[in-house]
């Protein structure tokens, strides 16, 4: 024998006893349930007798079987090169009609005739029917789904000795009509290998490989103990969740947010790698809450025996670590049992917070066709270059009108920001005001002393922009005049004096719904802070930390508002560093609770919002977005296609499930779905599987190391 042919045979060896190991991972032989009898690319027929069925505790609608013609404990060697040498992964969809399963049928029915009556036997009972009919009719057959096949292939495909390494591919390749295969169920340990199942390539794209325990499965809500598959853990990796979109859908009080719950902590942990191989990653994480139960300690989140599992208590999964350096809270109002709450208010007055503010008020009224009020929305306060004197004199007049149409809504103004206006108002105008003939002609006057003060209150500068916007409009007041001699002076720009954007401002004083609108704005307004609430939490999270949002106090209008301006400070910092070619972009994971309250509904084709946007782009800027609520059918159809990782509870009605069939394998759940309503039963599709995997979720415990 040469040296290249030794070499060959202790490879071709290697690999047998290899194959052989793996196979004995898959398929034991007390597990063997029956006969694959009929197969086509999509579905395969199984024949199974009831001693068989019962000896391996049943064979559940929707229970994971699988087949092959390779049994490991007797074949001598286990060529993983051959076509057959592979395990085909089935899924139990209903039970299949026999051929003879009329005949069965005529049988059972004249014997169960016979013992009619008779409360002590049953049509089976020994003497009622011959052992060898009982046996025969003891054969029935179940339809399945092929979810794909599990084959050995080289873990390096340019090294001949390279270890064998299990793949799965998601259909079958060729199949034999007359070639029979062995059916086995899982036994646990094989049944944690299937579901658990993740490929060799895929793993190193993987930015942690560290796994947390999200259950156990669950096959069905008769979830009997007994059947050989209890405690089959279902393990998840939070890395699948970065830079993609989650979906959490089922009905009030079926797990939602216990599952979230899973997420967030998981992804928090990543933080304290166990695996020497991963680097820490400390994701910066922010909840939209709008029931307040993840910002606060509540009833649920009790153990039983008073210890308190709020998810804000995280950081308490490692000793010696500070709350404010891992969880930080916002919210519109104070908290008694929350004192370091941060509150989600703006300085409206501030120069650097008039677009900001602006945009928070635009935001309210994004939907009123009210023409004052689209002509108010149009005005936007960027400033001028200083050089430009008559452009800047322009904008400080829009700024104080806008300032004074604050006030008056009743905006609280700072005590360091006054009204100034002073070189606004030149005397020719005030002299058109006092000289006024008109039927207001008092009015106009008592503008124009106000005009001449130096030193007004806002609430005096706003009722003569009130009264300067009447006088505009009068036309016999002599505004016109006034106008005409203005753009026609001698080295005069040309341009009227009121411009578009300042008449649009003063204009809302005649309505007083308008101001009163504008105010619906005031529980986002302080008059104490200098700082942006938006920007600070985008520090929080490129520090690392767990955001949580408490909306349970605040107006939906204001909610929404003011999630979407986080999301967009997120979205448009992370795109800049893009942009810019920065490699070091913040990993920002962002939770949406109730989703149908902020998300674009399903019916919205509006592809510019900023949560379409972020579904659509946010992987490239590292943002990832886990959204959760009742209904499938209330979420816009582009966040849906750009969903990865779904976690699917009880829905009750069809219109939902046939939208849910619509992604992966939810089809064959359908039914499930729609009649189980037991607490925590999920149907699981992450980035990793490839098939969705019911699921009965743990209980969330901030101190289990999962």
Known sequence: MSIQQGINQHNENKHDSQAKNWFQKLV??????????????????????????????????????????????????????????????????????????????????????????????????????????RNLLSFAAVECRIIGTFYLDLQHQDQTDSDLILRFGCDISNYYPNKGLKVYKPNAKALETIVNYTDFSNQSDLRSKARVQLGNVRYASTNRRFQQIDNVKVSIYPSDLLS???????????????????????????????????????????????????????????????????????????????????????????????????????????????QIGKEIINSLFSEDNTNYIKNFLQVSFEKPDANDRSALTRYNRRVVAYRAVLNRAGFQAPTNISPYIKGLFNKELIGALRDSQSDNAADYQSAAQILENQNP???????????????????????????????????????????????????????????RKIGKAIPQHTHTTSSDYAEDIYKDLVSGKLVIIDQSSGEPEINKSSAERIMWVIFRKNQALFREGKTDIPDIMVYIEEAHNLLPSGSDLDTSNVWVRTAKEGAKYCIGMAYSTQEVSSIQKNILKNTANWFIGHLNNTDETKELCKYYDFADFEQSICRTQDKGFLRVKTLSNYFVIPVQVKKFDVTDKG
Not at 70 to 96: C, G, H, K, W
Not at 494 to 507: C, S
């Open 28 to 133: 034991q032989e007390q597990q063997y349930i029956g006969e694959l009898y009929s197969i086509n690319y999509e579905t395969a027929r199984v024949i199974i007798h009831d001693y068989q069925k019962n000896k391996v505790g049943g064979v559940p609608s929707l229970s994971f079987l699988i087949a092959t013609r390779v049994n490991p404990y007797i074949d001598e060697n286990v060529d993983f090169q051959r076509e057959d040498t592979s395990v085909i992964l089935l899924r139990v969809m209903d039970a299949a009609q026999l051929p003879q399963e009329k005949e069965n049928e005529r049988i059972r029915t004249e014997v169960a005739q016979r013992v009619s009556g008779e409360s002590d036997k049953h049509w089976d009972t020994d003497g009622v029917m011959d052992a060898k009919t």
């Open 244 to 354: 993609q979109k989650s979906a959490v859908f089922g009905m009030t009080r079926t797990g939602k947010s216990n599952t979230t719950k899973i997420i967030a902590k998981s992804i928090y942990e990543l933080r304290y790698p166990q695996n020497g191989e991963d680097s820490p990653l400390k994701i910066g994480q922010i909840i939209f809450d709008p029931n307040g139960e993840y910002a606060n300690e509540n009833a649920q989140d009790t153990d039983g025996k008073g210890n308190v599992n709020a998810l804000k208590n995280v950081y308490q999964v490692r000793k010696g670590v500070e709350k404010k350096d891992e969880v930080v809270t916002y919210g519109i109002t104070a908290h008694p049992n929350d004192p370091d709450r941060k509150l989600m208010l703006l300085n409206f007055y501030l120069e650097d917070n008039l």
């Open 457 to 515: 209150n806002w609430s005096q500068v706003a009722n003569a922009f009130e009264i300067l916007d009447k006088f505009i409009r009068d036309g016999k007041s002599g505004y016109q005049q006034f106008e005409s001699n203005y753009v026609n002076r001698k080295d005069g720009s040309g341009e009227r004096w009121a411009d578009e954007d300042f008449k649009k401002i003063i204009g809302i004083f005649q309505y007083a719904n308008g101001v």
